[in-house]
């Protein structure tokens, strides 16, 4: 069994991580906007390209809560702001082993790992570009998912221990 402070040390560096990759597709996108003639470290191929993905209506708010709330709301942000908060969330959270918060955890990841498939969903039919920064944090949402998933089961096996040597 994997010690739960490795896990949260493994929680913790993909949080890191993935922080980065959504601060840089932070970047990417307002620099898109803001200059055309931008052109981002990330496109690195004809067929290899993240601009298509940043500059595509799915880069805010997912691509659907400009149809709930409006193109100008303050709810539909890029997404890599969103992915920002999450990776703080995800970090802060995997400092706590109560049982409370890594369910709030899991079913975080769980939430991420359900936009990772509508976005790559989108990436693959829609978008039609491989772009690698998308696809880093596809990764680094599922291997999180992993970890937290890790996380819950040992500590349900260890909760479900400790209540049967109470009986005893």
Do not use: W
């Amino acid at each position: 069994m994997v010690q739960l402070g490795t896990v949260n040390r493994i929680i913790k560096a993909y949080a890191l991580i993935g922080f980065c990759v959504a601060a840089y597709a932070l970047y990417v996108e307002i620099s898109l906007e803001n200059d055309p003639d931008f052109e981002p470290l990330c496109d690195l191929r004809e067929y290899v390209k993240c601009s298509p993905a940043f500059i595509s209506p799915y880069a805010k708010g997912f691509g659907i809560v400009r149809y709930i709330f409006g193109e100008d709301s303050t709810f539909n942000v890029p997404n890599g702001l969103t992915g920002m908060l999450f990776y703080t969330l995800s970090f802060a959270l995997s400092s706590s082993d109560k049982d409370k918060l890594v369910n709030i955890h899991y079913y975080l990841a769980i939430a991420s790992n359900v936009s990772t498939f509508y976005l790559a969903f989108v990436l693959v039919f829609v978008v039609q570009e491989l772009c690698l920064v998308c696809l880093t944090t596809y990764f680094i949402n599922a291997i999180s998912l992993l970890c937290v998933s890790s996380k819950r089961r040992e500590l349900l096996s260890l909760s479900v221990h400790h209540k049967s040597g109470k009986g005893d």
